[in-house]
């Protein structure tokens, strides 16, 4: 990956929304190149559009992606995809700047955090899985109860190139099985769930929710009924 310049980095808020619609309409490298994008767009109340000038140097200072990556394939497909609309503006006699008009997600939509794009240890493309993952999970949790086909077919990649980027997750212990976590982060009427453990993603990161969780002792009962089955 290649080495980060501070003053080059465009991240104007701690989190940003990031709207679920975007999952199967650009590849895992892409969605983790767009969510930079939100991240450096300036917000706008009661607007349908968030408004970013973001330079392909910024981007892949923020992303770790290549410079040459984002201006020969991303931006090309961004631009062909009509997701955003953007405007390329004359500034000064010999300098012109895109400028991106990000749909601004009022309703479906995901928080993603700033430290997302600063971890070094997880690969741009599984950063996109995870935001992919993310974007497939029940509101209010970091569990989805899919069969892997569902998933890859939601995020528009192959079976074997989402069997690849889900064992990196799993080895990485970003990915987890419902057995295996707190009982906050899991239901045990989808015992069979999957669930993120990444500690960026959220309003409130899944550390939140184990911190704040007072189950009932019906609750209890039913998790440890969960793990019964497969003791």
């Not at 895992?28 to 970013?52: C, E, V, W």
């Not at 528009?156 to 080895?171: C, D, H, M, Q, V």
């Not at 993120?196 to 184990?210: F, Q, S």
Request: charged share 25%; hydrophobic share 35%; aromatic share 14%.
């Amino acid at each position: 990956m290649e080495e980060r310049h501070p003053d080059l980095i465009v991240a104007k808020k701690d989190y940003t929304p990031f709207p679920i619609s975007a999952i199967g309409l650009f590849k895992p490298r892409d969605l983790y190149l767009l969510a930079g994008m939100y991240l450096s767009s300036s917000y706008q109340r009661d607007s349908n559009f968030l408004h970013t000038d973001i330079t392909i140097p910024q981007l892949s200072s923020l992303t770790g992606v290549s410079e040459e990556y984002i201006s020969n394939y991303f931006y090309p497909r961004l631009k062909k995809s009509r997701f955003v609309q953007y405007r390329c503006i004359q500034e000064q006699p010999l300098v012109k700047r895109n400028h991106f008009y990000l749909p601004n997600p009022i309703h479906n939509f995901r928080f993603i955090r700033k430290e997302f794009f600063f971890d070094k240890t997880i690969f741009p493309e599984e950063k996109g899985v995870i935001i992919g993952l993310y974007c497939l999970c029940l509101n209010n949790t970091f569990r989805y109860d899919l069969s892997d086909q569902r998933v890859w077919e939601a995020l528009g990649i192959s079976k074997n190139t989402f069997k690849k980027y889900r064992n990196a997750l799993i080895e990485k212990n970003v990915l987890w099985s419902s057995y295996d976590v707190p009982m906050a982060l899991t239901n045990a009427e989808h015992s069979s769930a999957k669930v993120l453990m990444y500690p960026h993603l959220g309003h409130k990161t899944w550390i939140d929710l184990v911190e704040e969780f007072n189950p009932t002792e019906d609750e209890i009962n039913d998790y440890l009924l969960m793990l019964e089955e497969v003791a």
